[in-house]
């Protein structure tokens, strides 16, 4: 951009031009829809972005909209093409009379945009951070920010195969994926995939490996940045794990060895005394 710090409000979200990224700030008044008000404020950095539009809006309005790229937000990924479009956290809209300043920073932002629709290798966006939780219609989900998933059983909601199994809690590291169904469509359920790949109940409310949501239970707001949240840390988790193993196959020092474990203990994927083993293994290999 020509003027880095440039800031273009629109209704409900203001969009702030940074050399490198889009820092897009969502209002937190009681029209502003909830998930906005939850995200409160995301950095997209320009890699993140495929393209950028603007089109008529509703009621008087234009929409400069920015199209992320596959693979970028795990927020857009969880999301699967499931949010409604007044949810759309990459939609700014704005009065009509603002057309002509919100086209200046489309054709300014556009040449920004060298990754174009290739899929990303990895998020490029954050994820909400820290720990959260929020009441399914059959328990409670929890996740510690890091590394563990928890799933609480509701003795009024829950299926009695849930009830067998028992609480539930599960490592990022065992997991492949998510799969988020939104609320706001009939059934909605969060199911956490395992990496094993076994096979699991075709039903959501009897698979203790998902939660289902329903009759006011994990709205939106609550349910689809925990999803996102869980996702990236398991892509982390996949990440920091696939790159230790490339290591220690290649010629690489022991000093190198060490650093990558300390990111996994770090991050939650190795205990403490784990990690006093394997340190005391490769320190003995100088």
Known sequence: MRHMGDVLAGIHATWEFESDAVVIRFERGIRTPKLFQTLRERRVPHEALASVTLAPG??????????????????????AGQLKEGCDPYRLV?????ETLAEYYGDEL?????????????????????????????????????SEVTFHWSWSGASSEKWK????????????????????????????LPRSGEPRPAQVDRDPAAVVFGLGYGPVHQSLPFAASVLAAIRGAARTAGALETERRGPVGVAERIRYLGELHRAGLVTDEEFTVKKAELLAEL
């Open 94 to 98: 704005l009065p009509a009379e603002r």
């Open 58 to 79: 509703k009621r008087g309005t234009v929409v400069l909209r920015a199209v992320p790229r596959p693979g970028a937000d795990p927020l857009m990924e969880a999301a």
């Open 165 to 192: 199994a028992g609480d539930q809690t599960f490592s990022v590291r065992d997991l492949s994926g998510v799969e988020w169904r939104s609320p706001d469509v009939f059934d909605g359920y969060l199911r956490l």
């Open 110 to 146: 556009r040449p920004l945009l060298t990754a174009g629709a290739e899929p990303a290798d990895a998020f490029l966006v954050a994820a909400p951070e820290g720990p959260q939780s929020f009441k399914a219609y059959d328990g409670k989900a929890s996740f510690d920010g890091r």
